[in-house]
């Protein structure tokens, strides 16, 4: 849905990402982004104190740019570990090119990047993923001085107990704001106590395996193997030599380096696997994880960060797996699930095979008979099952 998001006589239209997603009714901005841009500008908080030099802003999880872009007369850097919510924002910042005036002045950085070290202010949305949570502060408090001016937003259900001692233990001092609109703001100040060793990447081991796998704070079922990821690695499919496969929406890429290690060595020395995700840190991961377990493999492996399968070739592929998400930041959505199927259609040569897995409740098979000649139930439980579709 395009809506207008109005901000100290400034107004930014702005989408959600991608823009032709099937559910238009989700707002590309909330609450949260309101109170905290308000809040700045009320306090005249984003004017220069020093006309010789701009504020330096840090800015983590932007949605779709309506901090950040609220902000952009100032030197912006957007935090994400979203290759999409990163792309709304570069498309928003398009979109407003005439409102924006100074529209050059945001970075966008991945949330693996280096932080830099000069910032006065830092614009924290919360994110749902309390190990990302964890790691950000534990990064932030590393970059922040006696003077940084740090503040989060979220809705007020999303901030509990729980989390404003998370706050008080990584960074310091926390207090909170009143309610607005069901939207609350952190503001926290650096005090010193005792470092902390970083968590992060988590190493477990895979079981029935030998491997080792690493994840990166932010990547889905960090400390073990999902339930979802089980069930699918006891159906994976032999494939023929010279096979050109993609693991899209990869995590930490538990599913290719199964394939992979399970197929007879002729077979694995000529398969080509490209892992796709559009979390940095799952891709990262997955990256990492080929690497430490099948080093001599590692040549045959990609690793990219995309919307579904973006710009990747019509049928050029053999196989492609996934297991679709349902949700995209807050809101639950079945349009990303919907487009991983049309881009693999596309994608897939003829006779090429779309694996899933999903939720039962979720009637993925509905959707793939819309598209696909010839679909099949491989496997099922109480709670998942297992889909093939041919083209």
């Not at 400390?223 to 995590?251: M, W």
């Amino acid at each position: 849905m395009l809506s207008t998001f109005y901000i100290n006589n400034k107004q930014l239209s702005l989408s959600r990402f991608p823009v032709e997603q099937t559910n238009r009714s989700l707002q590309a901005w909330d609450a949260a982004d309101e109170y905290l841009i308000n809040y700045l500008n009320e306090n005249n908080l984003l004017n220069n104190t020093d006309n010789t030099k701009a504020q330096e802003i840090l800015v983590f999880n932007d949605s779709f740019g309506a901090i950040s872009l609220s902000c952009s007369i100032q030197k912006v850097y957007s935090v994400n570990d979203s290759y999409i919510s990163h792309q709304g924002l570069l498309y928003n910042q398009q979109v407003n090119q005439t409102c924006l005036l100074q529209n050059n002045n945001v970075t966008l950085l991945s949330s693996l990047a280096k932080l830099p070290c000069n910032v006065n202010i830092i614009l924290y949305k919360i994110p749902k993923s309390k190990s990302l949570l964890i790691a950000q502060l534990m990064q932030i408090k590393n970059i922040m001085h006696e003077n940084t001016l740090f503040i989060a937003a979220a809705r007020a259900k999303d901030i509990h107990s729980s989390t404003l001692k998370l706050f008080e233990k990584y960074i310091g001092d926390t207090t909170t704001s009143l309610a607005v609109k069901k939207a609350r703001l952190v503001f926290c100040k650096k005090n010193q106590m005792a470092e902390f060793n970083n968590p992060f990447p988590t190493v477990w081991p895979l079981e029935n395996t030998h491997f080792t796998i690493s994840n990166h704070a932010n990547v889905f079922a960090r400390e073990q193997l999902d339930l979802g990821a089980r069930f699918f690695l006891q159906h994976l499919p032999k494939v023929k030599s010279n096979a050109r496969v993609i693991d899209l929406g990869c995590g930490n890429g538990v599913i290719g380096l199964s394939l992979l290690a399970n197929q007879a060595v002729s077979v694995q020395n000529s398969m080509l696997v490209t892992f796709i995700d559009e979390s940095y840190m799952a891709v990262a991961s997955a990256k990492d994880n080929i690497e430490n377990n099948l080093p001599n493999l590692s040549t045959q492996c990609k690793f990219i960060n995309n919307d579904c399968l973006t710009n990747i070739v019509s049928e050029s592929t053999d196989l492609i797996l996934c297991n679709p998400p349902f949700h995209q930041q807050q809101a639950v959505t079945d349009h990303i699930a919907w487009q991983m199927f049309k881009d693999s259609y596309r994608v897939l040569k003829k006779d090429g095979e779309l694996r899933i897995i999903g939720n039962r409740q979720l009637g993925y098979h509905v959707k793939l008979q819309r598209l696909f000649s010839k679909t099949t139930l491989i496997a099922s439980n109480k709670k998942f099952v297992v889909i093939s579709a041919f083209k």
